[in-house]
């Protein structure tokens, strides 16, 4: 009797021991994302996790954060223990060295591609059999056409589609500045909701029945389509359009809090790999590994793809002249207009 | 036997303990869930200075988005306060089948998660939507104008002027009406003399809460809105456009202004209440 005593006490004392061990051999990250990454990060975690399973013997387990991209770097402004960000645009991760010095100011040069894995760019979802023959820009100020695109106050994918019709309108015989305010203005006349984030957008025109056009993501226009059916919807890619650029980059107080910077570093390395270029391709991001875009160049059309650095001097820049307060896009809906 | 309990009350000084303690606790809890966080807030405001802060709070698109959010939110508090009653009303005086569940659905808003609410409705309202389809014709378009913000703020504000007239009204006793019929008094006067006085204070408690929830209100207006600077734009939401440029302090200083004159409305109210009950006394 009481042999078995000891024997059960023995057993549970081993349980309590093993329980912190097991937790020891668990690495735990969090990946802070922007809204339509979701289901990309939810495979390319799994991947990732094998992976590294087999190379350190390690237990991996990334947990994964999705909100509006601005929102998601204030949280991690805020606190947020983020090992990694994955967001939609660079201006909001230069927040996070401006505002709360976690990550130094150099961090988009620590990777490739200005620190974006995957690229994608904008283009146009219009009903099936295109009734109102929406085919480049110029077609969306036309009188009577109703554009659906977030507001680029709130939303990060809809400043890409903003700047995206600015520097087509810049493109044109005798483009200039002037010319492309102008432009602008009347396509956001044509806008008649501003939702707050890009899946708000996609509601309106797919559920509401709302608008003739949406401007939109091009992997959340491939979503849509397959998604809710080929004969509802179709891809239209205008002739310029802007190479998106999310960048990702390892939030440096953190790990180095937490001790997991190697395994926050290689997850991002992991992403230029062709597996992980494989698993974007799928999700509709575009490849920035050659062999892996050769394959999937049936998948994504060729556009003239302005960059923001190019175009607009990058993001800080383009943030102050057109979104802050008093900005172009202010002075489109100032009132007296 | 009212009075009686009034007696035994008053010698032991209450259930709860004494008065320091009980004091002291509130004090205490209403400072670690409302002032602290609050302070936080002016004191983030005070980064600004004056002039800043005032160019900051007078802009043109945040007033209009003032005159929006407020206005909407006391048309639908009233709103709320005319068919609050009558279901209140309904609710206690008569019986009839399936009472419980009507009385069941009229706390339906306050469970729902908000986001879940302003979807349904904008579905529902939407040029092809169940109601919208039917209003678009008629030249009323719902969703993506004012009149959405005011469907939304109605739908939220729904259960407090029911659930305050309520109690009120169960108490109020079918016999207080019919003595005054006795009287002499038509149906109107019944109404206007006895009834309205008695459940005054609580429809005005109503009335503020539910104004005070509309003008707070962000989750569920958002999506049926349409978001148009100027025109459908609410406060929160520009609170929430000043946080997404990391402009903290200007987001603070509105949001400080709204706090202000939602204190100053609803003191107001409360000052109204305490002196209609006063009236309902006499």
Known sequence: ?337 | MKIMRLKSLKMEGGVLPGFGPTLGYTVFYLSLIVLIPLSALVFKTMSLSWHEFLAEVTSARVLASYRLTFGTAFLAALVNAVFGVLTAWVLVRYRFPGKKVIDALVDLPFALPTAVAGITLATVYSGNGWIGRYLEPLGIKVAYTPLGILVAMTFIGLPFVVRTVQPVLEELEAEVEEAAVCLGANRWQTFRRVLFPTILPALLTGFALAFARAVGEYGSIIFIAGNMPMVSEITPLLIITKLEQYDYAGATAVASVMLGASFILLLAINLLQWSSRRYAER
């Open chain 1, 1 to 337: 009797m009481k042999q078995k005593n000891v024997v059960r006490s023995l057993f549970v004392a081993l349980l309590i021991a093993a329980f912190p061990l097991a937790a020891l051999a668990e690495v735990n990250l969090l990946n802070v994302s922007y809204d339509p990454t979701r289901e990309f990060y939810q495979d390319f975690n799994a991947s990732f996790a094998r992976y590294w399973q087999k190379k350190s013997g390690e237990t991996v387990v990334v947990k994964q954060s999705h909100g509006g991209s601005g929102k998601q770097a204030r949280a991690v402004i805020d606190g947020l223990g983020a090992a990694v960000v994955t967001l939609a645009l660079a201006y909001d991760i230069d927040e996070i060295h401006d505002k709360a010095k976690l990550i130094p100011e150099n961090w988009q040069k620590r990777l490739p591609n200005n620190s974006s894995p995957y690229t994608s760019t904008i283009v146009f979802l219009v009903r099936k059999g295109n009734p109102k023959h929406i085919k480049d820009w110029n077609d969306l100020v036309k009188p009577g056409i109703s554009v659906i695109t977030p507001n680029p106050k709130t939303s990060g994918g809809a400043r890409w589609n903003y700047l995206a019709a600015w520097a087509y309108a810049l493109k044109q015989k005798g483009g200039n500045e002037a010319k492309a305010k102008e432009f602008v203005t009347r396509l956001y006349k044509n806008v008649p909701v501003l939702d707050s984030g890009a899946r708000g957008s996609t509601n309106t025109f797919v559920q509401r029945g709302l608008g003739d056009v949406l401007l939109a993501w091009e992997n959340e226009a491939f979503l849509a389509v397959n998604e809710l059916g080929k004969d509802k919807f179709e891809i239209v890619v205008p002739s310029v359009s802007i190479l998106a650029e999310p960048p990702v980059t390892v939030v440096d107080k953190v790990v180095d809090k937490k001790g997991t910077r190697k395994v926050a570093e290689e997850y991002l390395k992991y992403l230029y790999t062709p597996e992980g270029q494989e698993l974007a391709a799928k999700h509709y991001y575009r490849p920035t590994d050659k062999k892996v875009a050769a394959r999937y160049a049936r998948v994504f059309p060729k556009v003239k793809l302005v960059t923001i650095d190019g175009e607009f001097g990058g993001w800080r820049k383009a943030q102050k002249t057109h979104f802050a307060d008093g900005g172009v896009f202010d002075q489109i809906y100032a009132p007296g207009k």
